[in-house]
């Protein structure tokens, strides 16, 4: 038997216990004659004791950092506690010691911090993986999906895989292709998304279908995304919208509740699309805080009458205006707010400068375009935009889509500042009545927004006749959004083949096209197709926010770097000519 215990179940109820523990070794202190060393495994850590009598097993066996080794022993307490470690009032008093495996000096060092840079790292992932914080991480992962799984299961729902190898699935993304041998000169593509199965699925009548599945997508990999990350991919039959958000949200207390002891009783917010981008500047809000964007003007219509008459370019001649209280900070100095413009002025947020009006303690305002609105005037505006004693306001201007993604930027940073995005908080909403479509500006054509499976409003599909009034277009398409990140989304979808045509016609396919690429869908779509929707769920990122980090990269086992590498395995590589030859690829 390699061990009795592991490391981080000892406690003084052991005292005097004779026991095996087998693990790594995480330190080696020599005092003198005495030597201490911290075992480890994935339980824990417990500290081993060599007294004088062992040192000769010592200078005979030496030990270092990463050793594999057994050790024989008996439970003693601590004389010198450790509060900090589970197992701190105890050690081991050592008896007999074997080294199961020697180890190299590893690259970096495996405690809580590392000095190790990310490649290193990333090289390294399976000694980094022995670290407690990505230790941490994977265990939080794995809870996350028995909770998932668990509520899953209790409403009936059932876990099906669909293939890898498949045609394309549009998504909006470039597809991994895979060279078919038997097939030569074809390909096939890796799944963005099961989507057009889980359809299937509701057709065979499956009615709950669910599946923790891995998606692939060629995107550039800017923003901690992954080609190949997981979703957790639900589809339910004869349900309108609201019996979606209804079940999720039930999923999302459940998971909160189990992973995070976090109780949300009451019912997740709603926000449409519409006021989403009105009110935060992007279709993710993070409600966390107020601070709700203020349109002076928007799309050239003047909403603020205190800039009617007034002679200031600046604000005359821009498209949009909007503004944001940010309380408590009308004492900003002038150095803050120089750095503030700068601020803005970064490439990634692209304006040329803000505009500030404080509403000071005592009441009084004053701006830096003091020149232009006197003291009437910006009241006025302070009015308008509900300001109160001490708010510091800011004002951006330009075109209208730059300078809502700027605004809604602003107001996260400004949030930032005043300690207003706390990851302990939790602030779930659903956003919903998405556009059907979108316009892709570089190309000049309407796409789908979420994809073209998705159904639009009932009242709507009169509208898909007419090109002028395509953004009008609502679908029954929703987000679900946790603390400024978008966690998922679905929709409604279409379920007979004169829409699903007519959808793929709005999207410009022809006829054969369409029939060609998704004549299995709307094939199966004459043989009695269900009404039906669902939802997918970034588990990567759902793990990453309860976690309370940024990045998705390490609460992955073995995730790939900026360029798409995995630098552990070296790939992508190169593969054998013979290889290539037979791939019909030479
Ligand atoms: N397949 C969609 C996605 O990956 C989700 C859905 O519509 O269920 O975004």
Redesign the pocket.
Known sequence: MYRTHNCGELRSAYINSEVTLAGWVQTVRKFGSITFTDLRDRYGITQLYFSENMNGILAEKPIGREFVIQVKGRVVERTNKNPKLPTGDIEIEVTEMTILNGAATPPFTIEEETDGGDELRMKYRYLDLRRPPLKKNLELRYKVNRSVRNYLDTQGFWDIETPFLIRSTP?GARDFVVPSRMNEGQFYALPQ?P?TFKQLLMVSGYDKYYQIVK?FRDEDLRADRQPEFT?V?CEMSFVEQEDILNMFEGLFKHVFKDVKGVEITEAFPRMTFDDAMWHYGNDKPDIRFEMKIQNLKAVNKVYCNALNSVDFKVFNEAETLLAICVSGSSEYTRKQLDELTEWVKRPQIGMSGVVNIKHNADGSFKSSVDKFFNAEKLQEIGDFCGSVKGDLILILAGAETRTRKAMSELRLEMGNRLGLRDHAVYKPLWVIDFPLFELDEENNRWVAR??PFTAPKPEHIGLMDDLSRYADIKANAYDIVLNGTEIG???IRIFQRGLQEKMFAALGMSKEEAQDKFGFLMGAFEYGAPPHG???FGFDRLCALLGGQESIRDFIAFPKNNSGRDVMLDAPGNIDDSQKKELGLA
């Open positions: 998504e998304s989507q998606c979703q991919d979420h994809h989304g679905g929709s669902g939802i997918a």
